[in-house]
């Protein structure tokens, strides 16, 4: 997998859909696979605001655990 191209590609799709957490989410996670953990942390908080715990908690979840190892990584 190449975090550079998924960043390139969630960039993408969060500019064409910027209320999709989802979208946000994965620009997280390629953001950390690419080292840059403040901007993963900030992009999983907003993937967080976008989001209703109740309609979605697997993301919920999910995003909760990048937050978590994020601040594993500084």
Same mark, same amino acid.
């Given at each position: +997998?190449?975090?550079? %191209? @998924? +960043?390139?590609? $969630?960039? *993408?799709?969060?500019? =064409?859909? @910027?209320?999709?957490? %989802?979208?946000?989410?994965?620009?997280? $996670?390629? /953001?950390?696979?690419?080292? *840059?953990? &403040? &901007?993963? =942390? *900030?992009?999983? /908080? +907003? $993937?967080?605001?976008?989001?209703? %715990? =109740?309609?979605?908690?697997?993301?919920?979840?999910?995003? +909760?655990?990048?937050? $978590? @190892?994020? %601040?594993? *990584? /500084?």
């Amino acid at each position: +997998r190449s975090g550079t %191209e @998924s +960043r390139t590609i $969630a960039e *993408q799709l969060c500019a =064409k859909e @910027s209320n999709n957490a %989802e979208h946000w989410a994965t620009l997280a $996670a390629a /953001q950390a696979e690419l080292g *840059q953990f &403040d &901007d993963a =942390k *900030q992009t999983a /908080q +907003r $993937a967080l605001s976008l989001v209703d %715990e =109740k309609t979605n908690p697997t993301l919920v979840g999910r995003l +909760r655990v990048y937050m $978590a @190892s994020f %601040e594993h *990584q /500084q």
